[in-house]
């Protein structure tokens, strides 16, 4: 089983429209959750962090479910701009202390007129 | 504020020949990483450092070296390069907090091994 798990899509939605992505999590050790943003031939990018409250910015809302392992992202009102790979990733945490990034494959966005 | 720094953006390299790949953060980051992205994939871990002078592998280390002497740098070295190694590579820095571990990356290099 992959340490962090994503459909990778393409998912092409309609300007205007809502989305989900999920993203499943081998570790439950893991620390701490986040969605990255990446466009096309460019480095990644910190999209939001999330929390086990689930936490919202603007348009996007992302949720934490520690017991199923499984982290989700919610995109409301799709623009143009959101067309990306969106990233999940995993802090595993090492022995000793210390951040270990884990990446999934990401997902696909393409928002159409 | 530069952030994180990689030089060269891109660079063809002949099977055998050898590189390093430059990163260089101002941002007082204990952590660094190097990544690297095949086409369609994901980032996998190729080396990690929380501290100057620690480093230890990742997920695929072969074909790589790494040091850090500084807080600052922390370069990346092909010592005899593989068609396999074409990718584009992203070294990136971070807090030490586990909770706030926000990866910053930089631009990435483009590599062709030919």
């Known amino acids: 089983r992959k340490e962090v798990e994503q459909d990778p899509g393409p998912f092409n939605v309609p300007e205007g429209a809502t989305v989900a992505f999920n993203c499943t999590y081998s570790?439950?050790?893991?620390?701490?959750f986040f969605w990255y943003r990446q466009d096309c031939r460019k480095e990644p990018k910190l999209l939001m962090s999330v929390y086990s409250s689930g936490n919202e910015d603007g348009r996007f809302t992302a949720q934490l479910n520690r017991a199923s392992q499984y982290i989700s992202l919610l995109i409301r009102d799709s623009k143009l701009s959101d067309s990306a790979t969106y990233l999940c990733v995993v802090n595993e945490g090492v022995t000793g202390g210390g951040n270990k990034l884990t990446f999934g494959t990401g997902t696909q966005l393409k928002v159409e007129l | 504020n530069a952030g994180v720094t990689q030089t060269p953006k891109f660079r063809i390299l002949k099977i055998g020949q050898s590189m390093t790949l430059q990163c260089t953060q101002d941002m007082n980051h204990n952590y660094m990483y190097w990544y690297r992205q095949d086409p369609g994939m994901g980032l996998k871990l190729i080396y990690y450092s929380v501290g100057a002078g620690i480093t230890d592998k990742g997920e695929v280390p072969n074909g790589y070296n790494v040091s850090r002497s500084t807080t600052e740098d922390f370069p990346l070295r092909l010592e005899l390069a593989a068609p396999s190694q074409t990718s584009v590579y992203f070294c990136?820095?971070?807090?030490?907090?586990?909770?706030?571990?926000?990866?910053?990356f930089g631009q990435g290099t483009r590599l062709t091994v030919v």
């Open positions: 570790n439950s050790a893991s620390q701490s």
């Open positions: 990136a820095s971070s807090y030490s907090s586990l909770l706030d571990a926000e990866a910053f």
